[in-house]
């Protein structure tokens, strides 16, 4: 036979993400100057425990998201795909390329900028 006993539950897979907190400010001027509004997240909200926690340790990462729906919008629910493939989707897919096209050329561009990036990522 064979006997367990787990006496925690089990942590996901992935570590938290680390936010780096200078390129997501460089990121979020991107969408102001293509007329967006910009939110910061929640206090104490560090991004998701999924694969972009990984990553965000290996590079630095930042995350934004766009309203596509309601708010509180399940992911991977029916009504997400819905407004994933709506104008407001598409929308959202393009803000996304606009906004990390010029990031990558404000890092190409300004030096300081991406020492602020890299300074944050290696402390």
Known sequence: GCAAEITSPPRSYYPPMKRNRALAEIMADGLRDLGEAVADAH????????????????????????AIGPPRLAEHSPAFLAAAASDDGH????LA???????ALRLLEVPAALGRVCAEFEA
């Open 97 to 103: 390329a606009k906004t990390m096209i010029l990031a």
């Open 43 to 66: 206090a104490g909200h560090e991004g998701y425990a999924n694969d972009i926690g990984a990553v965000s340790r290996v590079v630095p990462a930042a995350l934004l998201n766009y």
């Open 91 to 94: 929308r959202g897919m393009v």
